[in-house]
């Protein structure tokens, strides 16, 4: 069971990865190719750029989070390396949202939409995934890193939760 979890997990980060290289190179260079002024060549670029972003690379995003979430309960992964890679991954899905809003802005903004310079998100992604990589991969301890924290960080207070965001 763990082992098609992994798999499916592996799988799914593959292609959302691959997709989220692949999105600034298609809005970075073929956005800008001059192609891009007739009818027929935008049509492709949206074509490509909406189908891919709805129908492949966030499904597979979200299959890659929703079984890495079910690993972490199976496996009962709580440590500092996790923690850490979650905080990447975070950086990955802010990066993702940040293709769809330009998608949406190349494709349905109204006037003169100027592309930003997506393909320059590749020097904030491709660290980010190496990282991640790195962190399940090796699984460090980060011991040094956790001591520099300020000490309210490192143990429990012991105080009670405030009686306002307290349910029962
Ligand atoms: C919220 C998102 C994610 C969660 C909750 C998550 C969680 C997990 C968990 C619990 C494991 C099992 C770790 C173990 O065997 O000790 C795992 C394995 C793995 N994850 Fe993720 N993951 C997420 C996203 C990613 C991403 C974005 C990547 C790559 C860029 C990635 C790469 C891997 C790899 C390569 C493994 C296999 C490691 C091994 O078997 O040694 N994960 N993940």
């Given at each position: 069971m763990i082992a098609a979890l992994k798999a499916a997990h592996i799988i799914a980060l593959s292609i959302w990865c691959a997709g989220l290289i692949l999105l600034p190179i298609l809005l970075h260079i073929y956005g800008r190719r001059?192609?891009?002024?007739?009818q027929a060549g935008f049509t492709e670029f949206r074509w490509l750029t909406h189908y891919s972003y709805i129908a492949v690379i966030t499904p597979a995003a979200v299959i890659a989070v929703s079984v890495g979430t079910v690993l972490i309960f199976a496996l009962e992964v709580l440590n500092a390396w996790m923690l850490a890679k979650l905080i990447a991954v975070a950086g990955m899905v802010l990066l993702h949202a940040w293709m769809g809003h330009l998608i949406v802005q190349a494709g349905e903004g109204r006037g003169d939409f100027h592309l930003p310079m997506?393909?320059?998100?590749l020097l904030a992604l491709v660290p980010l995934i190496g990282l991640v990589l790195w962190l399940v991969l090796a699984?460090?301890?980060l011991e040094e890193l956790i001591a520099l924290l300020p000490s309210i960080l490192q143990e429990p207070r012991g105080n009670p939760i405030p009686a306002r965001f307290n349910p029962l």
């Open positions: 001059p192609e891009m002024r007739s997506a393909g320059l998100s699984k460090p301890s």
